[in-house]
């Protein structure tokens, strides 16, 4: 990844993806940026290449402030552009995996403060009686 994040995230020309595409909305890399374009861009050829990854499909979970996520799968480099029923299996899972990944960000932030609320009733040197 720090290879990716210092040489090739810049010129990753699906990174505006994110702008113009709209969540569960199934997306492959190759398609959004034209096939040619994609396969002999720096970014393909340098990066993907070397790893065997070509076309890249997927869907964007989430689009926040402070917070981006996406599903991604990388195909081998020599299937070519994925195609309509790639993106048709995308677009069914695609609202399944948003929600899983919703569900688990909200479990795992109750249970950071939950433990927080603990740690805090740990510090108070008194007794305290909690009503709810």
Known sequence: MTLYNERYAAINPVMT???YCEIDQP???ARYVGKEAYFTSRYAREFLAPLGWGDAIGSHLMKLQNRY???AVFG???RGAFGDRDLDTIRQIAPHVRRAVTIADLLDSRSVHA?????ALDLVSVGILLVD
């Open 17 to 19: 993806s994110g702008w």
């Open 27 to 29: 997306i492959s890399a």
């Open 69 to 71: 996520g996406i599903l």
């Open 76 to 78: 081998p480099w020599d």
């Open 115 to 119: 433990g927080m609320m603990s740690a």
